[in-house]
């Protein structure tokens, strides 16, 4: 046997069979570990804007927003840990205060959770998406495209709320002036 097919052997022993039993690559490494930070840092950050949101609707969205995190959390260190990957760490738990204890000038305004929950979701999406296109186990993607999903019904229930509160500033609407015609 050749030096080539021996290679060659040896990297279809890799990864073939279980994916589960397939190395990461430094790439599905370095994704999953900072998702995993990120999904920690914003269920801080949801816990915190509980606190601030006086709509009940959009305190809803935090709620689910803040569950989704936690499972996809749970998920990825379970992941990391089984291939021997150090967890990032978590920040504490934000304490629950009443809207009424926080000065008005210091409070998040419901329309600007509201964007600020777009936005994360929008930033969830692409890092999805990118998890999902650098990744040659099966696994890791597929959990990625669950994740990506759920993102993604979310993010239009958000929009819609949005729509509904009157939130949403859209940019400078364009029109096809030969239709006007």
Same mark, same amino acid.
């Given at each position: 046997m050749t030096f080539k097919q021996t290679m060659r052997s040896a990297f279809m022993g890799i990864l073939s069979g279980n994916p589960q039993e397939e190395p990461m690559h430094y790439g599905e490494v370095f994704a999953t570990w900072s998702f995993l930070l990120t999904a920690k840092g914003a269920v801080a950050g949801y816990q915190t804007m509980l606190n601030h949101a006086g709509d009940e609707d959009l +305190? @809803?969205? =935090?709620?689910?927003? @803040?569950? #989704?995190?936690?499972? &996809? %959390?749970?998920?990825? *260190?379970?992941?990391? @840990? *089984?291939?021997?990957?150090?967890?990032?760490?978590?920040?504490? &738990? !934000?304490?629950?205060?009443r809207i009424e204890d926080i000065p008005?000038?210091?409070?998040?305004?419901?329309? *600007?959770?509201?964007?600020? =929950?777009?936005?994360?979701?929008?930033? $969830?999406?692409?890092?999805?998406s990118t998890? %999902?296109?650098?990744?040659? !186990? *099966?696994?890791?993607? %597929? %959990?990625? $495209? +669950?994740? #990506? /999903? +759920?993102?993604? /019904?979310? $993010?239009?229930?958000? =929009? !819609? =709320?949005?729509? &509904?509160k009157g939130w949403l500033i859209p940019p400078p609407l364009h029109y096809n002036k030969s239709e006007d015609c």
């Open positions: +305190q @809803k969205l =935090l709620v689910e927003a @803040k569950e #989704h995190c936690q499972q &996809e %959390m749970k998920q990825v *260190e379970t992941l990391l @840990k *089984e291939n021997g990957i150090g967890l990032p760490p978590t920040p504490p &738990e !934000r304490p629950n205060a008005v000038g210091a409070r998040f305004l419901d329309n *600007e959770i509201a964007a600020t =929950l777009s936005a994360d979701i929008a930033a $969830g999406l692409v890092a999805c998890i %999902m296109g650098q990744s040659i !186990r *099966e696994d890791i993607a %597929m %959990m990625f $495209g +669950q994740f #990506h /999903t +759920q993102k993604a /019904t979310l $993010g239009g229930k958000v =929009l !819609r =709320l949005n729509k &509904e």
